[in-house]
């Protein structure tokens, strides 16, 4: 199972705030996602990376953007956060070959007021 | 338009009984499919999945069945437990597709 972690896992901030959420892994997996996730709603992709370098935006749209410098780490930043970006932020990642499985870290619990 | 159908929003089974969850899916292409279990507060854990070559996967007290002329999918937990209380998400993909196509959750609620 993958080791993958995000910070802050619990985060209350003003409207128009700036905004990182990390996510880092220690398997040397390639693909690296974000999916955002209300209460008894499905998951939804807002973004995904196949590697360094590749960014892509998932089927939900969303006002934040990602970066994948390095390999372990795919942060998710919302440049100006509003009370409707409130939700729960999950991470996730998967090898790129051999496996269809991906392993999420705990969630980042966002709450703008 | 939900190409992956989790139509029970929660499920109350008692204790030792067996657990059913279903999953129905309208996309015939999807090819792999998932179950993950989520406590409140907590990232998804992979549970158990099944390749649609086959109609029967068993993973200690977790089976899931695929009907793929049903479109169709379950998850049976036996014996349920109090530690299965959490939601099930089934989710699906189509070949070396990336993304998975996830469906909207189902509260397991196990009575002691």
């Known amino acids: 199972e993958a080791d993958i972690y995000q910070t802050p896992r619990y985060l209350v901030i003003g409207t128009g705030k700036k905004i990182t959420l990390e996510c880092s892994q220690t398997?040397?997996?390639?693909?690296m996602y974000w999916y955002q996730q209300d209460p008894g709603m499905e998951l939804h992709l807002i973004h995904y990376?196949?590697?360094?370098?590749?960014?892509e935006k998932g089927d939900l749209s969303s006002e934040s953007t990602v970066s994948r410098i390095r390999t372990e780490h795919f942060p998710l930043t919302l440049e100006s956060a509003r009370p409707s970006h409130t939700s729960q932020y999950l991470c996730?990642?998967?090898?790129?070959?051999?496996?269809?499985?991906?392993?999420f870290g705990e969630g980042s619990w966002l709450t703008v007021v | 338009d939900q190409q992956v159908k989790q139509n029970s929003p929660s499920l109350s089974v008692q204790e030792g009984r067996i657990s059913i969850l279903n999953c129905d899916y309208t996309n015939s292409m999807f090819d792999y499919f998932l179950w993950y279990k989520k406590y409140p507060a907590e990232g998804p854990t992979f549970l158990i999945s099944i390749s649609s070559i086959k109609d029967k996967n068993e993973d200690g007290r977790f089976t899931v069945f695929l009907n793929k002329s049903a479109k169709h999918l379950s998850l049976h937990i036996v014996p349920s437990q109090p530690g299965d209380s959490a939601v099930y998400f089934c989710a699906a993909k189509i070949g070396s597709n990336y993304q998975l196509i996830w469906g909207a959750g189902t509260k397991l609620i196990i009575k002691p």
């Open positions: 996730a990642s998967g090898p790129l070959a051999g496996g269809n499985t991906i392993y």
């Open positions: 990376s196949y590697g360094v370098n590749s960014t």
């Open positions: 398997m040397g997996h390639d693909k």
